[in-house]
C-alpha cells in the first residue's frame, strides 16, 4: 500500500481533523487517554514546524519529525506557563482546551502558507507500507520479530500512561491570613483599647470537589509565664469568647478572601484565634494573631 501527498497537504488536514475529533472526546470522558499523545508530544510541535518550514527543501523529514517532538514539548510548557497565571490554573480541561485551539489555528495558518507555494516546492512524502515475507523468513527470525514489536507495543503503551493519565493530586485546603495591605506583612500587633484594626482571611479550595467551609473567630485571653522544669515561657489561655462564624461555599481551585475588621476593649494580652472548619467538622487548621493591647 502507498501512502503519498504532495498537491493536497493531507498531513495538516490529518492533524486538525484527528485533534477536533479526540479533543472532544477527551473533554467529554474527562480524563486521559492513550489516543492524547499525538495531542501532547507531537502535533503541536509539527504545525509549527509546517508553517515555519512549509516547503520540501528548508529542513529533511528527519529534522521534521525529530524537531516536532521538541517543539511540541516547549509548547506544552510554554501553555502550562500560561495557564498558571489565570484562574483556569495547570487542569485537565484547560490544558486540553488550550492546546486544541492552539494547534488548530497554526495548522490553519500552515495550510494557507503551503498551498500558497508552487506544487513543485511543497513538502511531501511517499510511504510504500509492505507485509513482512514470512515465508522467506528463518525460524530464529519470526519469534525475534514478535518479541520486537511486542516490546515496541508495550513501550508506546507506557509512554502514553505517563504522559496523557492524570495522577492524582495532592487534596489540601490554603488558609491564610494576609495583613490590611494585601501583604504576609502589615499585621496589628499592638493596639489601644478599642483601636480598629483589620485583616484579610483567605483559602484556597485544592480538594479536587466543592467544598463548605466555616471559620470560627475567638479572642482569647492569655499570660505568658515561665515554666521552671522547661526552662522557657509558655503562653496559657485564661478565657476566650466566640467572636464570630463565617460560612463559606467554594467551588474547587478557587480562592476567597475577605476583611475582617476587629478591635479589643480591654487592655492586655491577647491571641485571635482563626479556627477552619470543612463541611462542619472541626479540622486542625488555625490561625493566630498575638496582640498586645494598652
Known amino acids: 500500500m502507498r501512502v503519498q501527498f504532495r498537491d493536497t497537504p493531507w498531513d495538516i488536514i490529518f492533524v486538525a481533523g484527528y485533534t ?88 490553519l495558518a500552515a495550510y494557507w502558507r503551503r498551498m500558497h507555494l508552487p506544487p513543485t516546492d511543497r513538502l511531501s512524502a511517499t510511504l510504500d507500507l509492505r507485509f513482512p515475507d514470512w515465508q522467506g523468513a528463518r525460524a530464529f527470525d519470526k519469534p525475534l520479530a514478535v518479541a520486537l514489536v511486542v516490546s515496541i507495543l508495550v513501550a508506546l503503551v507506557a509512554a502514553t500512561f505517563v504522559v496523557t493519565v492524570p495522577r492524582p493530586r495532592e487534596r489540601y485546603t490554603e488558609f491564610y491570613l494576609l495583613g490590611p495591605g494585601g501583604n504576609a506583612s502589615g499585621y496589628p500587633t499592638r493596639l489601644n483599647v478599642s483601636e480598629p484594626a483589620n485583616v484579610i482571611i483567605g483559602m484556597t479550595n485544592h480538594e479536587t470537589v466543592s467544598m463548605n467551609y466555616t471559620v470560627r473567630v475567638d479572642l482569647v485571653g492569655v499570660q505568658v509565664v515561665y515554666n521552671g522544669t522547661t526552662h522557657a515561657n509558655e503562653t496559657i489561655e485564661l478565657n476566650r469568647t466566640t467572636w464570630s462564624w463565617l460560612s463559606v461555599s467554594l467551588p474547587d481551585g478557587r480562592s476567597w478572601t475577605q476583611a475582617y475588621a476587629f478591635a479589643v476593649r480591654s487592655a492586655g494580652l491577647w491571641k485571635i484565634q482563626f479556627l477552619l472548619y470543612e463541611s462542619g467538622s472541626p479540622v486542625n487548621r488555625n490561625l493566630q494573631l498575638l496582640i498586645r493591647v494598652t
Do not use: H, M
Open 20 to 107: 477536533l475529533a479526540t479533543s472532544g472526546i477527551l473533554i467529554a470522558v474527562g480524563s486521559g487517554s492513550p489516543l492524547a499523545l499525538p495531542l501532547v508530544v507531537f502535533f503541536p510541535g509539527y504545525v509549527v514546524l509546517a508553517l515555519l518550514f512549509p516547503g520540501a527543501k528548508e529542513i529533511s523529514w528527519t529534522e521534521r519529525l525529530l524537531l516536532s517532538v521538541g517543539t511540541s514539548l516547549v509548547v506544552l510548557l510554554l501553555v502550562g506557563l500560561v495557564l498558571n497565571l489565570t484562574p483556569f490554573g495547570i487542569r485537565f480541561a484547560p490544558i486540553v482546551s488550550t492546546l486544541v485551539v492552539l494547534t488548530v489555528l497554526v495548522d
